[in-house]
Structures are given as structure tokens and as C-alpha cells.
């Protein structure tokens, strides 16, 4: 029943060690995005997908990719995870109405990636 | 490009107090406009929104937001605050044709009984 669901919801791992972290929707939403929520709670995009296409590719290291292998998922892997990658990371999914109107995000829970 | 400002990174309120979290924002063009909270350890919700039209908005929880483009504010009310309500508030502005929503830096409500 959940909307926007992320798994896990906690991840801890060493620096340079590679993790995904995987998101679904279920609302028939068209776009979905990946947003990084830092200690002082800025959000930031960093990716977002309309129909499995790569639309924002916003400043992100090239150690993260996202994948979205349909319009209902979209996967953010990272490589060589460093400490200052430690966040929330948050996927969330909108719906484009006409004349390009986005009627707002529903966000997934987050997952609090933790690089020790 | 499109900014948004809050002013008030913490507020503290009393139980049945009225509270207005403000948003200023930054944008050449009617923009729309957002507001979410986030409890801990939480997604974000959305709140309510403003496209066009009424610049009065309901939201959820008993909350509303007025648009006013001669301040280019959207600020966030409630006439009457509950325990419940304390999280972190979030204004955010979009665009038409473009998807991204630019976020606030967000105002911790705690509210004391």
C-alpha cells in the first residue's frame, strides 16, 4: 500500500564499498527524482527520471548512478562510498500535468546511509 | 533561478498558540509554490500548494498558506497549534515545464504545552 517505498531504510558500510539503494512508487507517477538530505537538513536533486529517461543530472559526483529500469523504479547506486556521503537520501515521484505543470512530490520514508 | 528563503530556522510555540512559519521566494514568474513537513525520522508531506487562482490555500492538519506576489511570500498558518504539529517545515518552489523543486532550509517547530 505504501506510495513511495525505499529499502533499505538504514544502510552502514566502510568507505569504499559499493551500495544501492533501490525505490518503487505505485501512484502512476511519471517522474521520479533522488534528493540528498544533508546533517543540517538541506535537501538537494541530484537525479530525476520522466519514462526512464535521465532529465536533471544536477552536480553529483560520477560515483553515483542512477538507473530507472522502468517509469515505477528508479535505483541510485554509489561507488567507492566516502564519509561525506554519510545523508538521508530521499526518492520521491510527481505527476506532470498539462502545460508541464508538476502537482508536487510524495516522498518515500529515506535512507539513512551511514559510511564509517 | 529560483530560490526560496526561510527566515526562521527555529521556532518554539505554546499548545493552542497561533504560529506562521514564513517563505520568501525568488522567481520571475508566477511560480508554484509548496509547503511540506517532515516529522522525524520521516519522508516529507505535503502540506498544501498554490498553482494560480485564490491566493488563499488549505492545506492538511488545519494548515493555510497565503500567496502574496507584492512581498513574493507564501507563508504558512495555523490558528491553533497542537503537540502533534512539531516537525520541520520545509517551503519549496517549482516552475511550469520544469520538475524541480527548489527547497527551503526548512523551520523546526517545537511546540511546548
Known amino acids: 500500500d505504501t506510495a513511495v517505498s525505499q529499502t533499505p531504510k538504514y544502510l552502514v558500510t566502510q568507505m569504499g564499498n559499493d551500495k544501492s539503494i533501490k525505490c518503487e512508487q505505485n501512484l502512476g507517477h511519471d517522474t521520479m527524482y533522488w534528493y540528498k538530505q544533508d546533517s543540517k537538513k538541506f535537501l538537494k536533486i541530484m537525479f530525476s527520471?520522466?519514462?526512464?529517461?535521465?532529465?536533471i543530472n544536477e552536480t553529483v559526483p560520477n560515483r553515483f548512478s542512477p538507473k530507472s529500469p522502468d517509469k515505477a523504479h528508479l535505483n541510485l547506486h554509489i561507488n567507492s562510498l566516502e564519509l561525506g556521503d554519510s545523508a538521508v537520501y530521499f526518492c520521491a515521484s510527481s505527476l506532470t500535468g498539462a502545460g508541464g505543470v508538476n502537482y508536487g512530490y510524495t516522498f518515500g520514508s529515506g535512507t539513512r546511509l551511514t559510511v564509517v | 533561478a529560483q530560490s526560496v528563503t526561510q527566515p526562521d530556522i527555529h521556532i518554539t510555540v505554546s499548545e493552542g498558540a497561533s504560529l506562521e512559519l514564513r517563505c520568501n521566494y525568488s522567481y520571475g514568474a508566477t511560480p508554484y509554490l509548496f509547503w511540506y513537513v517532515q516529522s522525524p525520522g520521516q519522508g516529507l508531506q505535503l502540506l498544501l500548494k498554490y498553482f494560480s487562482g485564490d491566493t488563499l490555500v488549505q492545506g492538511i492538519k488545519g494548515f493555510e498558506a497565503e500567496f502574496k506576489r507584492s512581498q513574493s511570500s507564501f507563508n504558512l498558518r495555523k490558528p491553533s497549534v497542537h503537540w502533534s504539529d512539531a516537525a520541520e517545515y520545509f517551503c519549496a518552489v517549482g516552475a511550469r515545464g520544469t520538475d524541480k523543486l527548489i527547497f527551503g532550509t526548512g523551520t523546526r517547530l517545537q511546540v511546548f504545552p
Open positions: 527520471y520522466n519514462n526512464k529517461e535521465l532529465i
